[in-house]
């Protein structure tokens, strides 16, 4: 497969914006045991280019959670994903147990509220600070737009009223949304609150089967956030787990494939160095085990920009293989 001549473009044009999200090294060498850190959109912040997801630890063991918390603090990882919906309220708790205790004040914690209404919003980031046990979380986030449709609806119910009274209170320092599905979403948001000077960021997957999908986030979102000051999350760099031939999720075998992307088409460190390659200001990795979480750190400790060519070839490669059209299982179609 050959991509077009104006995706190439835009892929190229991105991939030279990521540059100016990164921080000089002398700046970064105020703390080596930190990972090397990005601009948050138009902020200002700072914040490691590998953040720590929540979702994994909701619901692995309560010893591997505490032991993939503390690796990603003595490690340097400073971003931390978390949602009130996870693990049914135990990823917030374990993160109050493990990590605010000792961290809070080094960290940057994220959380997220799937409420379609304002009095839902209101009472699950009440519950999310209580869990957490902080008094403020420096990031809170509209979790999982799915459609257009989504977006107004939540907003006619007042979801972004409670986003200004919580910022106006001091409960959150910044505001984003997220979600799976559809760039139609994202764009649709944008769009509403293009004026509103309401979002500091947006979570959305972003991998390298994306980059060459019909439906895709890095062609519709990156560029409009990008524009708007927005820091963009990076998640499911790895199609949630559907990159590989085997996906096991609690010693269940949830997902099996005959034509994985890795390794038949890149590795694992290549996979994440596309994404880097973009002008995202963190990559988010879920991380059930510290083993997992160590691999991650290591590739970004080794970033390198990749050359046009380079991330080129990787597309050209991936495209090339007989991806499963369930791999990005997560996207709407249309």
Known sequence: MNLDMDRRAFLQSLAAASAGLCVPAWAESRDAAVLPVRLFGATGEQVTMLGLGGYHIGWTTERDAQEVLELAIAEGVRFYDNAYAYGGGEAERRYGRY?????????????????KTYAQAKAELEESLRRMEVDQIDLWQLHDLRTPADVDNRIEQGVLKAVEEALAEGKIRYAGFTGHASPTAHKHMLTRTASSGLFAALQMPVNVVDAFA??????????????????????KSLADGRFFAEKIVKERTTWTTDTPVIPRAVSIETAHQFVWSLPVSVLITGAEKAAFLKEKITFARRFQAMT??????CIEQVAATLI?????????RS
Not at 219 to 235: I, S
Not at 308 to 313: F, K, P, V
Not at 324 to 332: G, L, M, N, P
């Open 308 to 313: 046009d060519a380079d991330r080129q070839n």
């Open 214 to 235: 019909s439906h895709s986030f890095i062609e519709a979102v990156l560029e409009p956030a990008r524009r708007q000051g927005l820091a963009v999350l990076a998640m």
């Open 324 to 332: 499963d059209a369930r791999t990005e299982y997560y996207k709407a």
């Open 99 to 115: 990590l605010i205790p000792r961290h809070r004040d080094e960290i940057f914690l994220m959380t997220k509220t799937g409420a």
